[in-house]
């Protein structure tokens, strides 16, 4: 499912749309990159993207996120990004999910899309079974 854009609109980032924004990354959509550029837009990073980025950067599987990685929060706050922190609550629902999807971080990103009730902007079509507005 696709969610409506337009101005004033509150957003869950994924961990790549993250990633590749910083980066100036051409595989993020231009409908995404309108989202995220819109100064009125409110994005967020979840803690998790950064639980994610560093574990994976730990594992050599984002070498090329070093600085990303060694200051998220700098990266985060440089965009005018507002961090997510993950709740009781939060964990409570992402690891109460149903279905096949393990992935820890995005069952945390899939709960906290649901209970704040942002749209997410990734190109993982798996959110999608969990009935979470994205947009790509």
Do not use: C
Request: hydrophobic share 40%.
């Amino acid at each position: 499912m696709n969610s409506p854009t337009g101005a004033d609109v509150r957003l869950l980032l994924d961990t790549h749309a993250l990633l590749w924004w910083l980066d100036g990354d051409r595989r993020l959509s231009r409908k995404a990159r309108g989202v995220i550029a819109e100064e009125t837009n409110t994005i967020f990073v979840s803690a998790a993207s950064a639980w994610e980025i560093s574990t994976k950067f730990r594992l050599g599987r984002l070498p090329r996120a070093a600085d990303v990685a060694t200051d998220i929060q700098g990266s985060i706050a440089s965009q005018a990004f507002t961090s997510l922190d993950m709740t009781v609550g939060h964990a409570q629902r992402a690891g109460g999910l149903p279905g096949p999807h393990h992935d820890p971080f995005d069952r945390m990103l899939i709960a906290q899309s649901q209970i704040e009730d942002l749209p997410l902007v990734s190109n993982e079509d798996v959110f999608d079974d969990y009935g979470v507005s994205r947009i790509w």
